[in-house]
């Protein structure tokens, strides 16, 4: 049983390049997340989406975009890197409704130089 | 403005002894509060949560205690051990909503054998 999986696992950036983090469940969950952490910070929500089609922006959405084509995937595409956005990022899924365990994947850390 | 305040930021506990780590929270649309737990280099995994309906929730060694009108909640790790070292995040939800947790900052918690 996979779960979340995230990949890239690292990535280093250079300032004004583009890439997409991307995620995947497999546990059939409508919601999915995105969140931030920066150290001594915890985790901010970037975006969020409640099923294929539909997606929202959470706490610090600036400087990010989602997709939300299919149940499983979730991906997150930054368009024009800079440094404010070196962080680990993780996505997560829970279950067909709210207030119930969210699931996260192991992370990505990107380095923006 | 953070809605999840947490303490301490960090924590040594002596083996066997009881690790305490609090948090307060604002938002009282707030209705489902979970705890989660971090060893480097992995995502954030649930631990144990609790709804307001209830002032505590044991599972095992760990415990959350929830004071309503103080608008504060608790872990306690009982009979703390080494393997128990990592970071520990309390998050808080609005009822009903889909739009992801909100985490406080995080305590890291290390267990000296």
């Known amino acids: 049983n996979a779960g979340v999986t995230q990949t890239p696992k690292f990535r280093i950036l250079k300032i004004g390049q583009s890439m997409t983090l991307q995620c995947t469940q497999d546990m059939n969950h409508n919601y999915m997340y995105w969140y931030r952490q920066d150290p001594g910070m915890g985790l901010k929500l970037i975006y969020y989406s409640v099923g294929a089609g539909i997606t929202d922006k959470g706490e610090v959405p600036n400087g990010y975009n989602v997709s939300r084509s299919t149940t499983e995937d979730f991906p997150l595409r930054l368009e024009l890197a800079a440094p404010s956005q070196t962080s680990v990022y993780f996505c997560?899924?829970?279950?067909?409704?709210?207030?119930?365990?969210?699931?996260f994947g192991q992370g990505t850390r990107l380095t923006v130089v | 403005q953070q809605q999840v305040k947490q303490s301490p930021q960090s924590l040594i506990v002596q083996k066997g002894g009881i690790s305490i780590i609090n948090c307060a929270y604002e938002n009282t649309a707030f209705d489902y509060f979970p705890w989660y737990q971090q060893f480097p280099g992995k995502g954030p995994a649930l631990l144990i949560a609790?709804?307001?309906?209830?002032s505590e929730k044991k599972e095992g060694r760990f415990t959350i205690s929830f004071n309503k009108s103080a608008k504060q909640f608790s872990l306690h790790i009982m009979d703390s051990q080494p393997g128990d070292s990592a970071t520990y995040f309390c998050a808080a939800q609005v009822g009903g909503g889909a739009d992801g947790l909100t985490f406080g900052k995080g305590t890291h918690l290390i267990i000296q054998p």
């Open positions: 609790i709804r307001p309906d209830v």
């Open positions: 997560a899924s829970s279950y067909n409704r709210a207030n119930t365990e969210a699931f």
